[in-house]
């Protein structure tokens, strides 16, 4: 079992930075693979990046590639986005995952644990 808690969320202008982090609690953690997802209001939730359990692999989706940075520190049990350049179609809220037995790992039913999400609003 693993209990998820994401914090760093808050307001922005458009091309400023946040960092989230996502602090794991319980068992293994460095055993997971780890996902950030976003979902904006009354659209579906959406992949955003992934990282191995290792942190040697990390993958991003089109949309944010160049300007979000994934990474992890298994000695803290935490893994972190950094988000530059942020745009107004960033605003969502934004949950991390983790997964033992991920595949391609941008699907969200690939994901066995989840946080409660942290608002992030990217103002224009």
């Known amino acids: 079992q693993v209990q998820l808690a994401e914090s760093g969320g808050g307001l922005v202008q458009a091309g400023g930075s946040l960092r989230l982090s996502c602090a794991a609690s319980?068992?293994?953690?460095?055993?997971?693979?780890m996902g950030w997802f976003r979902q904006a209001p009354g659209k579906e939730r959406e992949f955003v990046s992934h990282?191995?359990?290792?942190?040697?692999?990390?993958n991003y989706a089109g949309s944010v590639k160049g300007r979000f940075f994934i990474s992890r520190d298994n000695a803290k049990n935490t893994v972190y986005l950094q988000m530059n350049s942020l745009k107004p179609e960033d605003t969502a809220v934004y949950y991390c995952?983790?997964?033992?037995?991920?595949?391609?790992?941008?699907?969200?039913?690939?994901?066995?644990?989840w946080g409660q999400g942290t608002q992030v609003t990217v103002s224009s």
């Open positions: 995952a983790a997964g033992m037995r991920v595949s391609s790992a941008v699907t969200a039913a690939e994901y066995d644990y």
């Open positions: 319980g068992r293994s953690f460095s055993s997971y693979t």
């Open positions: 990282i191995s359990w290792d942190g040697f692999y990390t």
